[in-house]
């Protein structure tokens, strides 16, 4: 990126393209939906409390698909949460990003056989842009997975969609 | 307190013409056989006779047993005052499983005879409002508790199986 090169030299000139410019401020705020499924969820609020403190990333809990960048799934998606999750993803305004977080939300974990209520897999409703193995995952893992997608996002072209 | 052979003297004597078994060879606690469309009317003679006065419904759950063609009902019953506690089982037919609703008597069975009904398909009658509890109400695929369930292979355009 190095936009900011020239902070320090040169005044208060900053250089930098449109591009990175968007990014970097796309990565450094997103705001993801407070929603919460399993197990997962409870990993996921202690990333977001002090001890870990998701804000450190830009990372804030809004109550309103409208108004956020990312969705955590963090748990088990029934078949009956599962249309639930599309309407959320649907309600939410690009660009918009997700993590999977967990065996269940990857793939339906434990429950990938005799699960007859549970979705193999939240890529089968909504495109997903990291996966965070763990059953349930620590909080490190999620971050490291908030990362990946900070990176991804970084790398990101204006005129075409990457994620 | 009253032990499981008293109990089912009781029931025996006000209940003459019903049939009642009491089965003792169990590891856990004996079980009292009743009729599955008389429950209603044994599970509130016990919930409001003087000495009985078994006033929790502990547990109510749905068995399939498929080799003898039946689904069960499973009752446990406690009394908070005299802390005694009984198990009750009802068999209905596989084919047509019709059990009377005890929501009359105890209001904590709505929700229990609502799974039993959702993942077994055991009918209750009388229940207020016997709908799917835990699956999708437009759930068309059965009833997932049962022996021989199969699951579908889609559910509204999601693949269901691995």
């Not at chain 1, 309600?91 to 997700?98: A, C, G, S, T, V």
């Not at chain 1, 793939?107 to 979705?119: K, Q």
Request: a negative charge.
């Amino acid at each position: 990126m190095g936009f900011l090169d020239k902070e320090f030299n040169d005044g208060n000139i900053v250089v930098a393209t449109a591009e990175d410019l968007l990014n970097w401020a796309r990565l450094s705020s997103l705001w993801q939906v407070s929603f919460g499924l399993a197990c997962c969820a409870i990993e996921m609020m202690a990333t977001s409390a002090s001890h870990y403190d998701f804000d450190r990333f830009g990372v804030i809990p809004r109550p309103s698909p409208r108004q956020a960048d990312i969705i955590i799934i963090s748990g088990t998606v029934t078949l009956k949460m599962a249309t639930r999750i599309k309407r959320l993803y649907e309600q939410m305004p690009e660009p918009k990003y997700i993590i999977s977080m967990g065996s269940c939300a990857n793939c339906g974990g434990p429950y990938w056989e005799h699960g007859y209520h549970v979705l193999k897999g939240v890529d089968r409703v909504i495109p997903v842009d990291v996966y965070v193995p763990g059953c349930p995952p620590r909080p490190e893992a999620l971050l490291e997975g908030l990362l990946k997608l900070q990176e991804k996002i970084r790398n990101e072209s204006m005129i075409k969609k990457t994620a | 307190m009253k032990k499981a052979e008293e109990i089912f003297q009781l029931l025996k004597d006000n209940f003459p013409a019903s049939s009642l078994e009491l089965k003792t060879d169990q590891p856990t606690e004996p079980i009292l056989l009743a009729s599955a469309l008389e429950i209603d009317k044994l599970c509130l003679f016990l919930r409001d006779s003087s000495e009985l006065l078994f006033d929790d419904l502990m547990n109510l759950s749905g068995v399939d047993e498929p080799k003898s063609g039946l689904l069960s009902v499973y009752y446990h019953l406690g009394s908070t005052k005299f802390k005694h506690k009984i198990t009750l089982k009802v068999s209905t037919d596989r084919n047509k499983p019709e059990v009377s609703s005890v929501t009359e008597v105890w209001k904590a069975s709505d929700w229990h005879e609502r799974e039993a009904y959702d993942l077994l398909g055991i009918i209750f009658l009388n229940h207020p409002d016997l709908r799917r509890i835990l699956m999708p109400y437009d759930w068309d695929a059965g009833y997932p508790l049962r022996k021989d369930y199969e699951n579908p292979e889609f559910y509204q355009g999601m693949k269901v199986p691995y």
